[in-house]
């Protein structure tokens, strides 16, 4: 199973980028999807998550600002990121869970956002 981010990049505070991330494996296998993210010097975090019957969840830091959501047919997350700040400057890693195969990573894409 292979995950493909992108969507990254280096903006303002206040201003809004959109990650996406295509999965290879079966939309039908997949259990939920959700985007982490890890500051330097920093445990990775959970930052939003969907399951297969579009129920969501964020981390506190990003409620209000950031949506997550997905596209069953074409096996895609996206997370709109929007007011970011400085402190949303990580690299963002995409999760998929799938039935029986596991969890998978994708490679991060890196978000800078400055003062």
């Known amino acids: 199973v292979q995950l493909q981010a992108s969507g990254g990049g280096l903006v303002q505070a206040g201003g809004s980028l959109r990650l996406s991330c295509a999965a290879s494996?079966?939309?039908?296998?997949?259990?939920?999807m959700a985007w982490y993210r890890q500051a330097p010097g920093k445990q990775r975090e959970l930052v939003a998550v969907i399951n297969s019957l579009g129920s969501t969840s964020y981390a506190d830091s990003v409620k209000g600002r950031f949506t997550i959501s997905r596209d069953h047919a074409e096996k895609t997350v996206y997370l709109q990121m929007n007011n970011l700040q400085p402190e949303d400057t990580a690299t963002y890693y995409c999760?998929?869970?799938?039935?029986?195969?596991?969890?998978?990573w994708g490679l991060g894409t890196q978000v800078t956002v400055s003062s």
């Open positions: 494996e079966s939309a039908f296998s997949i259990d939920a």
């Open positions: 999760y998929a869970r799938i039935r029986i195969l596991g969890v998978f």
